[in-house]
């Protein structure tokens, strides 16, 4: 690839476009102003570009950048960005592959030759939301995880056509926003950080299916047992600290009775039909009455921000220039 038509390395001073001022649009947003991007955030919501502007504003002042607020700004329509100097999309739309694929194929038209083309997707494969296009070389995931301006990792997908050096400048250009980037060389349904969660939470819901623990048991087991580990290693470093032969040997054990059910657990499946789908409808496996549900999102919010402090001494520094 002609390098004048890579990813700038760093976000400072560049103009980045988010689609869609969603809850993610708006953290994805945050994610950039942080970095010293200046954004233009599209969505056709008026509502929405509102209250965008009040959620960048918050996730901003505790950092101290408060002022990088004004760099984010919102367009009703695509027709109203300036696009002569953006380098970099990120789609936050609706989880429906029509209308992504609609949104590149615009992309394509509307965008420079050196822009590059990201989907914040969890569920559709890049190469399927690029299918026909003639640019998929500068088309990748980008997945971030809600708050994403709270959550450091951010999924770097590889399509069958994307360009390694434009994947790795994006690697760069996400550590100058704060973000901890990884590679995903292989477009597979979940990319890494959704398939490592689900295979935990099969299990869980089949334990819970099974009555051999509640469903708050299974929260304080991961959050209190070995998930609060994590805090400091991963599974795979966690192993090198145990020993690899002891996680050998309960693996042998343990493996042949792990779940291996190819739908949801039924105690998933029977809230879903019931209408309980947690904080949005106002009950899951728990009540969420308003009141309880601010409270609660005010407790995690602030021990994610927590758990910022912790490991900021291993997270990518913040330009403040």
């Not at 002022?67 to 429906?96: F, G, T, Y």
């Not at 609060?228 to 599974?235: D, K, S, W």
């Not at 309960?250 to 009775?257: C, F, L, N, R, V």
Request: aromatic share 6%; glycine share 8%; with cysteine.
């Amino acid at each position: 690839m002609n390098t004048d038509l890579l990813l700038p390395a760093h976000p400072r001073h560049t103009h980045a476009v988010v689609v869609g001022a969603g809850t993610m649009g708006a953290d994805v947003a945050t994610v950039l102003a942080r970095g010293g991007c200046r954004v233009t955030v599209s969505d056709p919501n008026p509502a929405q570009r509102q209250a965008m502007a009040q959620r960048v504003l918050q996730g901003l002042q505790p950092l101290g950048l408060a002022q990088r607020a004004e760099r984010v700004q919102a367009v009703a329509s695509l027709q109203e960005v300036d696009w002569h100097d953006v380098v970099l999309v990120i789609e936050c739309i609706p989880e429906k592959l029509d209308l992504k694929q609609a949104l590149f194929a615009e992309l394509v038209q509307r965008a420079p030759a050196h822009t590059v083309l990201t989907s914040n997707s969890s569920s559709f494969p890049i190469s399927a939301i690029a299918a026909g296009l003639p640019t998929a070389e500068r088309m990748l995931g980008l997945h971030f995880f809600m708050p994403a301006h709270l959550v450091p990792l951010v999924e770097v997908v590889h399509g069958p056509a994307t360009d390694e050096a434009q994947a790795s400048r994006l690697c760069q250009f996400m550590r100058g926003c704060g973000s901890v980037p990884v590679r995903v060389r292989k477009d597979k349904p979940g990319f890494l950080a959704n398939r490592l969660q689900h295979a935990l939470a099969r299990e869980a819901f089949a334990m819970i299916d099974e009555g051999v623990a509640t469903p708050e048991d299974v929260d304080a087991a991961v959050r209190f047992g070995f998930g609060f580990r994590y805090l400091a290693a991963g599974p795979v470093l966690q192993r090198d600290h145990a020993g690899l032969d002891v996680h050998c040997a309960a693996a042998a054990t343990m493996y042949p009775s792990l779940a291996a059910n190819t739908e949801p657990a039924q105690v998933l499946r029977e809230q879903v039909a019931a209408g309980r789908l947690g904080m949005k409808t106002g009950a899951g496996f728990f009540e969420w009455p308003e009141e309880r549900r601010l409270a609660e999102r005010q407790r995690y919010d602030a021990l994610l921000q927590q758990g910022l402090a912790l490991l900021a001494s291993e997270l990518p520094p913040i330009d403040r220039d």
